[in-house]
């Protein structure tokens, strides 16, 4: 599977990141010539460093908001194929900082296609922004590729920015060339390795290991929950589409569960906190939340299912199970990397049966 991507140099922007460097993980699998930049993580441990990724060449540590860094970065990878993970992913985040979120997600992005005026090797470019790109009236509905954009908190509302820059500069600027793009939606991204802040999973995984309690600030918000494989999965079929040339020149597609039962923020650590044989009234702490977030939030998935054959391989239950699994071996074993690395063989084998 993927074979497309053996040997062929592809760079991803965002690569220190927790999906980032499950990527870099998949890709160095399938034998690509896989290059990057990021920011340095702010969390001790990281996907980062439990991969050994500072030890290679090829990654560097890196700004999106810096023109020239990325213009020259691209300039000696050559890549072929880009996938841009880099930005400020935290809601929260974008309360408390919404400039450095504005300039990450809006000109960082402005800064790549900026780039790509002047590249002659790449040929293809997978945007990944986020499912919070949508206008959320409230209504409880399924969000398709068709619906408004435009998002409330900063966060949101740069990654619509992102969407209506990603679509301007591929049906104007670099329109000429022979570059191919697609923008990639996909939702509340699940998996082991995430240490960041003001996310549930990292949350919980603090709270047992810590022994304190673990506060949730929104439990009954409905979010569409994914394992981060079947995400970059998607995200990886959208690239070997875009190099294929089988696809349309400018494109966006929604990823998200295929379960038909939605899940609360409270059922979710519900189910994460059973599997470490933890008792929820213990450990949790209802708190008042302090900014705003859109209380239901599920992407419809028709499109990706029917043009890409893609299909979520992992439901809810699958999916918290593996990352449980996950944790619980990295906190019961010195061996990280391998634990990584078996999570994504297991994985692919569940794809080739």
């Given at each position: ?106 000109t960082g992005l402005i800064n ?7 590249s002659n090797s790449v040929t ?230």
């Amino acid at each position: 599977m993927f074979e497309c991507y053996k040997n062929k140099k592809v760079m991803i922007t965002g690569i220190t990141g927790f999906k980032g460097s499950w990527m870099y993980l998949w890709l160095k699998d399938i034998g690509a010539e896989v290059s990057g930049f990021g920011l340095l993580p702010n969390s001790s441990p990281s996907m980062y460093e439990i991969l050994g990724m500072s030890g290679d060449e090829r990654v560097s540590i890196g700004d999106i908001r810096d023109k020239n860094y990325v213009v020259e970065n691209i300039k000696i990878q050559k890549p072929e194929i880009i996938f841009h993970l880099a930005a400020q992913p935290l809601v929260n985040v974008s309360y408390e900082n919404p400039e450095e979120t504005f300039e990450i997600n809006i000109t960082g992005l402005i800064n790549l296609f900026e780039a790509l005026k002047n590249s002659n090797s790449v040929t293809s470019l997978v945007v990944v922004t986020s499912d919070k790109c949508y206008r959320n009236s409230g209504e409880k509905k399924k969000f398709t590729e068709d619906d408004a954009l435009g998002g409330i908190d900063p966060y949101s509302a740069s990654k619509s920015c992102a969407e209506i820059i990603t679509s301007s500069y591929a049906n104007t600027i670099i329109n000429e060339k022979d570059i191919y793009v697609s923008s990639v939606r996909a939702g509340n991204i699940i998996g082991g390795g995430d240490w960041s802040r003001y996310r549930l999973i990292p949350d919980i995984v603090r709270a047992i290991i810590s022994k304190t309690k673990l506060v949730i600030r929104y439990p009954n918000s409905i979010r569409p929950w994914q394992y981060v494989l079947d995400a970059l999965r998607g995200y990886l079929i959208v690239g070997e589409r875009l190099i294929n040339r089988d696809i349309e020149k400018v494109s966006t597609f929604n990823f998200g569960p295929a379960d038909l039962k939605t899940f609360n923020v409270l059922e979710i650590a519900k189910i994460l906190i059973s599997t470490f044989d933890k008792n929820i009234d213990e450990l949790i702490e209802i708190e008042n939340p302090k900014y705003y977030e859109s209380d239901y939030l599920q992407l419809d998935s028709t499109k990706a299912n029917k043009v890409l054959k893609w299909n979520p391989l992992f439901d809810i239950e699958k999916s918290i199970k593996s990352t449980s699994e996950w944790y619980k071996d990295y906190y019961s074993s010195n061996k990280p990397k391998e634990i990584s690395i078996k999570h994504l063989k297991e994985y692919i084998k569940l794809l080739n049966i």
